[in-house]
């Protein structure tokens, strides 16, 4: 048995101990995400078009991760309307950044990887880093707008009198604790995926100018302010949402 | 009527600072020590189809790029240098006029020739910082720049470790990192919850989590004697990779423990707040509810941004002939181990930090 498959056995066996039966709906959603990233990656690398793979991609894996273990309530729809609306908008901010920035490819520091291959392979890699920039940011926007979504919807529940202005208040103050620990979990992700790399860098003596400009350094840097852009939008659009549902269904009970 | 003036003058002076930001950064050549080239003029030469063995058809496009020298000792003067890039773009660029570039200028005998070092990327990426920074004002005020502060103070303090781990030079460098977890984990909590008991419980929650889900990991690896782990496909390792592959988890897995203990606990604590006499096994029960609604949004950001790093490289493995099985060994299955155990960090701080909590908020009456 090799230990990635001991490993996720374990993790099975524990979603299912701690959660029951939505902790197992959990692990499965996980495996189709897998398997979706999969097929994303055999996709493009057989020549169909990226951005149009991983947008499909995408609307799938939001799709999963909004509804499967959250039982599809009038919230999670909003969730999703809200994801959606704020995945279309990071496309239209991502495509001209990247295509200015130049970090697609491979780096200088890659080289020693890569040598042994001949990167003239005739695919764009400009549409694969975009397509990867915009899946990277869409799970920290999956997991933020659930949050907001529910939260929200437990304060009306709660409170049924609750003016529009305090629910776009109490949305705020949701939406900021559930920021600050975001950018943690992105952070730290980020970093823990590129230790090596940090290390690197230092061994080479960077300096601070080479990090500004390095195309690994900025293409790792851009993913994690792209997510956290995406992050406050979402926590925004969600709120607004929330809001203005609750606004319409007043309406329709006063006439 | 007030306010709106007042959020007229602040719109403005955010749009302001952009403006400056930007022409800022466009003019910083002197900053840098590095000579950095202005393109004024480039000449595309012939294009060519080349087919590699595996039947990849790209294209190859030579240029002829002339430039002036912004800064340093030769500022001012005219230098002509060669470039080629490929259709796909894989490492090499297509320059334009009016672009910025580092170089370095070699003397040869008596004559100096110039090659490109690399892209300047620096307004782009200073931009995107000041988008963000702007955004997360509209949206929360002055709160919201709080939030930052942690996640840069914590920068600083990787960058630090990353320095004594190079200085000192250990061969059991997995300490420093294991240390510096404990410490990244307080400074955090401080910042966000305040010194109280409630950051207390969360940090007792989260010491638990992350040390058990190392535990298990470990004796998993040696359970499994290390099967399929290829800790030599780690990028960019000049350490030992195993232990430089633990240490990434270990922080990899510290961001997401975090994550859920914070939400588990704080719900608690609020719940105490607003209902005084809660039971025991209520706030376990609920501090479990909070658990399973963010255990799955939770991994899937992590399966996500492991799994983003992969795209390219997988993509460079699939189009040279690799099977489904190599490339998804050499290029994921590292990736894909660390998700795994961050997830069971997260499976494990459920529990504890409901039972920590509660336990806890019983002490009081």
């Known amino acids: ?255 | 009527m007030r306010l709106k003036k007042k959020n007229f003058i602040l719109g403005l002076l955010i749009i302001l600072s952009g403006g400056l930001l930007y022409l800022f950064t466009i003019n910083d050549a002197f900053l840098y020590k590095q000579p950095i080239m202005r393109i004024t003029h480039v000449e595309n030469g012939k294009t060519v189809g080349i087919v590699d063995e595996f039947k990849n058809h790209d294209q190859q496009t030579s240029q002829r790029i002339t430039g002036n020298i912004l800064n340093g000792e030769h500022k001012n003067e005219k230098f002509k240098v060669h470039n080629t890039y490929t259709k796909s773009r894989g490492m090499d660029q297509k320059f334009h006029v009016g672009q910025l570039v580092f170089v370095n200028i070699y003397q040869k005998k008596d004559k100096q020739t110039v090659s490109i070092s690399h892209y300047k990327r620096d307004t782009y990426l200073l931009m995107l910082c000041w988008l963000t920074l702007v955004l997360l004002f509209v949206v929360m005020r002055s709160n919201g720049l709080r939030s930052i502060v942690s996640v840069i103070l914590n920068f600083i303090l990787f960058l630090i470790i990353v320095q004594l781990d190079v200085m000192w030079n250990i061969t059991s460098f997995f300490g420093i990192y294991a240390i510096s977890a404990i410490v990244f984990t307080a400074l955090t909590l401080v910042l966000v919850i305040g010194w109280n008991k409630q950051c207390l419980v969360t940090f007792a929650a989260i010491f638990f989590g992350t040390a058990t889900a190392l535990l298990i990991t470990v004796i998993a690896m040696w359970l499994t004697d290390d099967k399929g782990m290829h800790y030599e496909a780690l990028d960019f390792a000049t350490q030992a990779p195993k232990q430089l592959f633990l240490s990434a988890s270990v922080i990899g897995l510290l961001g997401t423990v975090m994550d859920a203990a914070t939400d588990i606990v704080s719900t608690l604590f609020e719940l105490k707040r607003s209902q005084a006499t809660v039971s025991f096994k209520q706030l376990f029960e609920s501090g479990r509810q909070v658990g399973k609604k963010i255990m799955g949004p939770l991994i899937n950001v992590l399966l996500l941004i492991f799994f983003a790093e992969t795209f390219t490289l997988a993509i460079l493995y699939f189009r040279t002939g690799n099977s489904f099985g190599y490339t998804f060994e050499w290029t994921m299955s590292l990736g894909l181990v660390q998700t795994l155990i961050s997830g069971i960090g997260i499976t494990l701080v459920i529990p504890s930090a409901s039972l920590l909590a509660a336990t806890a908020l019983r002490g009081d009456d």
């Open chain 1, 1 to 255: 048995m090799t230990t990635m498959i001991l490993l996720t056995c374990i993790l099975a066996l524990f979603m299912f101990i701690t959660s029951g039966r939505s902790g197992l709906y959990s692990f499965i959603s996980l495996v189709i995400n897998f398997i979706l990233l999969f097929i994303t990656i055999v996709l493009i690398a057989g020549g169909v078009p990226a951005i149009a793979v991983s947008f499909f991609t995408g609307i799938c894996i939001l799709a999963i991760t909004i509804y499967m273990g959250n039982s599809g309530e009038n919230e999670t729809d909003i969730a999703f309307l809200a994801t959606i609306l704020v995945m279309s908008v990071m496309i239209v901010l991502i495509i001209p950044v990247e295509h200015l920035a130049q970090v697609q490819g491979f780096s200088n520091e890659d080289s020693e990887e890569i040598e042994a291959f001949n990167l003239a392979i005739g695919v764009n890699f400009e549409a694969i880093i975009i397509s990867t920039t915009v899946l990277s940011t869409l799970g920290a926007i999956a997991e933020a707008a659930i949050a907001v979504a529910s939260g929200l919807q437990e304060i009306i529940e709660q409170k049924p009198d609750i003016t529009l202005q305090e629910l776009r208040k109490s949305g705020q103050n949701i939406g900021y604790q559930i920021m600050g620990m975001t950018f943690n979990t992105l952070f730290f992700g980020m970093f823990g995926g590129n230790l090596a790399l940090f290390i690197l860098l230092y061994k080479l003596q960077a300096t601070f100018g080479y990090y500004l400009n390095s195309k690994v350094f900025v293409s790792e840097t851009m993913l994690v302010l792209y997510a956290s852009i995406a992050v406050i939008l979402i926590i925004w659009t969600t709120s607004e949402l929330m809001v203005y549902r609750l606004a319409k269904q007043r309406k329709k009970n006063s006439k």
